[in-house]
């Protein structure tokens, strides 16, 4: 056993795939598209062999949803999802029989607010919830040094919203809810309403409001929910000059100032960087035991 950890990011237009360890080094990594579960967990599989190391463990942050029940015969399956080929495909199982390892498998977001509170934004603290706003809306949460999990995994993403004044006549993106948060703020929702994104529209365009008061709005039900220390806000919409800013304000005005904390310090940026997928994989497999 040399302590190697194998790495894969399971995301819905490719999967990274790595080798690292417990000092975060990640030594190799490459990319394989997302096809058909046939053909892109065997590459993975193949590539993971390839590098020569016997792995201690095996830690997979995927998209989902998934199933992780672990008294269920479909542990570690993806279950319902609109991307064809990849209902009911089992990711855990033929990467864990092939390395012959455990395997640590939750979803990306979830792998991703671990990473931030074990190592990253939310370090230190005793509750963490991460949101990543991008071409989806996800988020997980961890509290006591546990991820949150019910029967399912969160789903911070599908929350039902007030509908901004300005905004009546979209009725929202999202193929469950229409303008659920995703349906109303991730990528391409924004799209949708204004044919570019949101970092694309001019300073003084509406959308920033639109999009920055949604984001509030969910805040200020996360709070309202579990009062996190910290509220890592990550994902490529949130990258748009300004946005972060813009939500504080609005968030401490959607609450009327009830919450604790400076905003400033409760509402932040992921502090990982661009590795957050392969670092939640890995955290899934370093997490303390409870
Ligand atoms: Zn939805």
């Known amino acids: ?4 950890v194998a790495l894969i990011e399971a995301g819905g237009t490719k999967f990274i795939v790595g080798v690292g360890d417990a000092s975060r080094r990640i030594d190799a990594r490459t990319r394989i598209d997302t ?6 967990i065997p590459a993975a599989i193949d590539w993971l062999r390839q590098q020569g190391s016997r792995y201690s463990a095996v830690g997979i942050a995927s998209f989902g949803p998934l199933d992780l029940d672990r008294a269920s015969p479909t542990w570690g399956h993806i279950t319902r999802t609109t991307k064809p080929h990849w209902s009911n495909a089992d990711v855990a199982g033929p990467v864990g029989r092939a390395l012959g390892c455990r395997v640590a498998i939750d979803t990306d977001v979830n792998g991703a607010a671990l990473a931030e509170w074990m190592w990253g934004a939310g370090q230190g603290t005793g509750s963490t919830l991460y949101l990543t706003v991008g071409t989806g809306v996800g988020g997980g949460a961890v509290v006591g040094g546990r991820l949150v999990h019910g029967i ?20 929202g993106h999202c193929p469950f809810h229409g303008d659920c948060l995703e349906g109303l703020a991730a990528g391409p929702s924004i799209i949708a309403r204004w044919g ?10 509406e959308g920033h409001e639109i999009i920055a008061w949604y984001l509030a709005q969910a805040v200020q039900t996360f709070q309202a929910i579990l009062e996190p220390a910290r509220i890592v806000l990550g994902g490529g ?10 939500v504080r304000r609005m968030a401490v005005a959607a609450s009327a100032g009830y919450f604790s904390g400076d905003p400033a310090a409760v509402i932040v940026p992921p502090a990982l960087g661009d590795d957050t997928g392969l670092l939640g994989a890995l955290a899934l497999v370093e997490q303390p035991t409870p």
Do not use: Q
């Open 1 to 4: 056993m040399d302590g190697k």
């Open 35 to 40: 096809t058909r579960p046939e053909e892109t």
């Open 152 to 171: 399912g995994h969160p789903e911070m993403g599908h929350i039902r919203m007030p509908r901004h004044p300005a905004d009546l006549g979209f009725a």
């Open 196 to 205: 570019a994104s949101l970092s694309d529209l001019p300073a003084d365009h």
């Open 237 to 246: 919409v949130m990258a748009t000059p300004r946005l972060l800013d813009r």
